[in-house]
């Protein structure tokens, strides 16, 4: 079992800046792939940014540039550094894991930003 906790969410204006971290506990493999989706009211959740554990990135066509995915393996922590955020950026924000097969959820952080 895998337990991931995130943390760093809050609000904010517009324009503004948040940093997002998940820490993972458990039985964590070296392989695998960490990502941050967002779920805002009515809508489907929504893959935000993924890292494998080799430092491959993915992002969004909507937060490229603005936001960055980062991870340290040995502290089985991610990151997501949010800069310049618009009122459409704001949703509960969910860290996930991949091992194999399986994946693990965070309960998630709400990020409201402002206009």
């Known amino acids: 079992q895998v337990q991931l906790v995130e943390s760093g969410g809050g609000l904010v204006q517009a324009g503004g800046s948040l940093r997002l971290s998940c820490a993972a506990s458990g039985s964590i493999f070296s392989i695998n792939v960490m990502s941050w989706y967002r779920q805002a009211p009515g809508k489907q959740r929504e893959l935000v940014a993924g890292?494998?554990?080799?430092?491959?990135?993915t992002y969004s066509d909507s937060v490229k540039v603005r936001f960055t995915i980062s991870r340290d393996n040995a502290k089985n922590t991610v990151w997501l550094q949010m800069n310049s955020l618009k009122p459409e950026d704001t949703a509960v924000y969910y860290c996930k894991i991949r091992q194999l097969s399986d994946e693990y959820w965070g309960q998630g952080t709400q990020v409201t930003v402002s206009s």
């Open positions: 890292i494998s554990s080799g430092g491959s990135t």
